[in-house]
Nanobody, 119 residues
Framework: QVQLVESGGGLVQPGGSLRLSCAAS????????LGWYRQPPGKQREMVAI???????NTADSVKGRFTISRDNAKNTFYLQMSSLKPEDTAVYYC?????????????WGQGTLVTVSS
């Protein structure tokens, strides 16, 4: 299984950009579907973007065209590039890795990183 450590959150002005990173340790990284989720203040956690083992991506409508998920299997790391940020993107962002291993679904979560979009 993998363990995940996030980095890259912070304060950014509206219209700005930020890149989140999620580094995985452990084995089998290439077997995992990877995703970014976020939880805005007072709201439920929601999916932001997912990337499959083959590199296919799925992005929430609210961030489509502004956020891009990518993975670097050589570095056991995946990313969320965020641009044209809006105040409503303010949230704690979590990375996730999930896979079916020996018939069981296993997943791991990062610790969360706060992104604040404000002037």
């Amino acid at each position: 299984q993998v363990q995940l450590v996030e980095s890259g959150g912070g304060l950014v002005q509206p219209g700005g950009s930020l890149r989140l990173s999620c580094a995985a340790s452990g084995s089998g990284f290439t077997s995992y579907t990877l995703g970014w989720y976020r939880q805005p203040p007072g709201k439920q956690r929601e999916m932001v973007a997912i990337i499959s083992v083959r590199g296919n991506t799925n992005t929430a409508d609210s961030v489509k065209g502004r956020f891009t998920i990518s993975r670097d299997n050589a570095k056991n790391t995946f990313y969320l590039q965020m641009s044209s940020l809006k105040p409503e993107d303010t949230a704690v962002y979590y990375c996730n890795a999930g896979a079916i291993i020996r018939g069981n679904y296993v997943d791991a979560w990062g610790q969360g990183t706060l992104v604040t979009v404000s002037s």
